[in-house]
């Protein structure tokens, strides 16, 4: 399901000073992008922190983009990029995709928003319902409302206020989820009983208290949960392969093992499939594993770059939401926008020959990171599920978050420069965030990221230069 590899020969000391080269990439990159400095200049007087997202910010500055084409972007000073930061992970069509760009056009000159159900829903959620194996849908806006109508869903339906959660994964940002997403290594506290650590501020204590947190891939862990808290958890949810943690794979029966379990106890499984959704194949993780749980939440990539979101769950779950014993609303849900270029996506954008060519490029891009990893001896892993790929900078493997949080940070942001300056768009959380390949993508844009690496491993490489390149 999900490839890594590491190099045999032993990591290579850095003689490089990795801070030194960071600030040498930071004052290319402010050079390559004047415009941008002056953007934010002007949009700090009335946008709050000149972004219209804290995760727009990035360091040294936030680049401010002027329009996308195909498997490029390009930014307010007329640099080029292979955009593979797909919009943190929702731009699987790329840019401008024909089919999308009928579909949005089509629906806009007949109306977009009427707050009353079109026909394209019918046919999204008979597609969702194939993909997923779940027969019952419902829409929403974003990963956030998807995975919050989840929840309170499975407190509705189990009168139960505890969820199960695994550390170190992201759901959105509504109360009941923001608890131990990134803690940092002095607040998680011991392993077998983590911390539950709010994840911004302005989160009720009584609601981060209702979150029972456990490590990924350790299914004693949540026997131990379910036990200790009997009758009282409503679910456990959990991103079936953790995405905002660089990538980490579950091992071979873990979903099973954990889906048994929660069932055992009367309590319910969602998958948070919102990155995993279409980017690690046509039905998610939840088609590949056949693992199939009782409520998956989807978005980002659905709806080929516009907003939209989806529910879907088992006869049982659903019923609360047909009968109104929970009321799943939104004024915007469903809309006919989205849904048009929903429906465009999954008919004309994620199609098998589409999963074909992006199991083509990741592969030729994973063998040539691979190659180079190899030559300077670093035992660095690159991982891949899909669409999807990180390199994990650390020799010993990645199994949970707390391995993760060992990873040093410097060389996911240097990374990020390096291929930035070298015109490749990757998203700015250098250790946290993933590669998206889109259908627009070809060889040359991933052989584009493959040559920066290659440079990005010769700077940090004590081998001579000749033997390096
Ligand atoms: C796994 C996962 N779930 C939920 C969300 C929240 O989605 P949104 O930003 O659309 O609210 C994200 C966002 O990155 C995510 O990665």
Redesign the pocket.
């Known amino acids: 399901m999900v490839s890594s590899a590491a190099s045999s020969m032993s990591a290579a000391v850095f003689e490089a000073p990795v801070d030194a080269l960071i600030a040498q990439q930071e004052q290319l990159f402010l050079r390559r992008q004047p415009r941008s400095t002056e953007l934010i200049a002007e949009a700090g007087e009335h946008l709050a922190g000149a972004a219209t997202s804290n995760w727009q910010i990035a360091e040294p500055q936030a680049v401010w983009l002027s329009h996308g084409e195909g498997s490029k972007v390009y930014d307010v000073d007329g640099n080029e990029y292979v955009d593979m930061h797909g919009g943190?992970g929702a731009a699987i069509a790329g840019h401008a995709h024909p089919a999308i760009v009928t579909a949005v056009s089509d629906r806009v000159r007949r109306g977009t928003h009427f707050a009353q159900p079109t026909e394209d829903a019918i046919w999204i959620a008979g597609e969702l319902s194939r993909r997923f194996d779940l027969p019952l849908w419902r829409f929403a806006n974003?990963?956030?409302e998807a995975?919050m109508d989840a929840v309170h869903l499975a407190r509705a339906l189990t009168g139960r206020d505890l969820i199960i959660k695994v550390e170190g994964c992201?759901?959105?940002?509504h109360d009941s989820v923001q608890v131990s997403v990134l803690p940092e290594a002095d607040e998680v506290g011991p392993r077998d009983a983590p911390n539950p650590v709010p994840g911004n501020t302005g989160i009720p204590a009584a609601i981060r208290d209702l979150v029972i947190v456990v490590p990924f891939n350790d299914a004693g862990a949540v026997a131990r949960a379910l036990a200790e808290y009997r009758g009282q958890v409503a679910a456990m949810i959990l991103?079936p392969v953790m995405?905002?943690a660089g990538i980490i794979a579950p091992e071979d029966g873990y979903l099973e093992v954990v889906r048994d379990l929660v069932h055992g106890e009367g309590t319910l499984l969602i998958y948070?499939e919102?990155?995993t959704g279409f980017t690690t194949g046509p039905g998610g993780i939840t088609g590949r594993s056949g693992v199939v749980p009782d409520m998956v939440c989807l978005?980002?990539a659905l709806g080929g770059g516009i907003a939209v979101a989806a529910i879907g769950g088992t006869t049982t779950v659903m019923s609360a939401i047909a009968d109104g014993r929970y009321e799943q609303v939104g004024t915007f849900n469903g809309n006919p926008l989205a849904m048009a270029a929903t429906r465009a996506t999954l008919t004309e954008v994620l199609t098998p020959e589409s999963y074909a060519h992006l199991d083509e490029l990741a592969t030729r891009l994973r063998t040539a990171l691979e190659a180079t990893i190899a030559r300077h001896g670093f035992g660095w892993h690159v991982v891949t599920a899909g669409a999807k790929g990180c390199v994990t900078f650390r020799s010993e493997p990645v199994r949970e978050f707390r391995d993760f949080l060992k990873i040093d940070a410097r060389l996911g942001h240097l990374h990020w420069l390096v291929q930035h300056n070298g015109g490749v768009f990757l998203p700015p959380w250098g250790k946290v965030e993933q590669w998206l390949l889109s259908v627009q993508h070809n060889s040359d844009d991933v052989d584009r990221f493959a040559a920066n690496f290659a440079r990005f491993a010769k700077a940090l490489s004590r081998l001579p230069a000749e033997s390096a390149s």
Request: hydrophobic fraction near 20%; aromatic fraction near 12%; glycine fraction near 12%.
């Open positions: 943190y974003s990963g956030t995975t992201y759901h959105g940002h991103e995405m905002n948070d919102v990155k978005a980002k």
